[in-house]
């Protein structure tokens, strides 16, 4: 008579039993998921921390060109010395957390890695990166933003190939195309080409995307040609 009551007794303690596990497995859980969700929140900052100052020099220089009419190197000194103080409070910061006193070296060495990376993307740019070699003869006739944002997009795509820069009427005509006059491909009163063409054949349409959204983030207009053949025309308005 007591074997059904035992069972019931032994099947009710089962299930309590696995009840308690469950209770003391939910804490666990609970502090693993904050736990991804401030990995995640610490990759996102982190990255966002690395693009900043290319951002500052860039979306710096262009503002000031554009919107203070400071002319442009004047505007890129201006970004420059404000990218300089982000990197200066960047390693600043990283100084103290290694446990090393600052002093001025820090600022001195903040202002020589902008100008080198200036510099660089300023004068140089890889022979794989141009459709034709004669485009190397004119990169430096490229406004100066142009340029630096050229020089950023490469360091993480090496897929980004500049199709044209700068134009001569004539070359409209080899091209079959009418005359444009107004071409950002000539020489603006800035004393720079103020346009570039890259290419978008052969790359999957998210890049291309990205790249658009990337040169607009910095304050540059982009425009999808499909006229000779396809291609992003760059360009900053001439002021």
């Known amino acids: ?19 308690r596990l ?14 991804k969700r ?20 860039i979306l710096g220089s262009t ?11 004047t505007s890129l000194v201006v970004a420059m010395l404000a990218t300089s103080l982000l990197v200066t409070l960047y390693a600043g910061w990283f100084a103290r957390r290694i446990g090393v006193s600052g002093g001025w070296w820090i600022p001195r ?9 200036s510099v660089y993307g300023l004068v140089f740019i890889s022979p794989s990166q141009l459709k034709r070699p004669e485009l190397q003869e004119t990169y430096t ?3 100066p933003v142009l340029r630096l944002s050229l020089a950023t997009l490469i360091l993480v795509d090496s897929g ?9 009427p004539e070359d409209y005509a080899a091209m079959g ?22 290419r978008t054949r052969g790359r999957p349409e998210w890049l291309t995307a990205l790249t658009t959204l990337y040169l607009r983030s910095v304050g540059l207009s982009v425009l999808r040609h499909t006229g000779t053949a396809d291609h992003l025309h760059v360009y900053l308005p001439a002021g």
């Open 1 to 19: 008579m007591n074997a059904p009551s035992d069972a019931i007794e032994k099947a009710m303690a089962e299930i309590e039993a696995a009840a």
């Open 22 to 35: 469950t209770r003391q497995g939910k804490p666990s859980e609970a502090k693993e998921r904050p736990g």
């Open 38 to 57: 401030r990995w995640l929140r610490n990759l996102l900052i982190g990255a966002v921390a690395l693009l900043l100052p290319f951002w500052v020099l």
């Open 63 to 73: 503002v000031a060109a554009e919107q203070l009419d400071l002319g442009p190197w």
């Open 109 to 117: 060495i903040g202002f020589a890695v902008v100008l080198a990376f």
């Open 141 to 143: 006739a490229l406004h």
């Open 160 to 168: 980004v190939m500049v199709t044209d820069g700068a134009r001569v």
């Open 177 to 198: 195309l009418p005359v444009n006059q107004r071409s950002l491909h000539y020489p603006q009163d800035s004393g720079f080409v103020h346009a570039v063409d890259l």
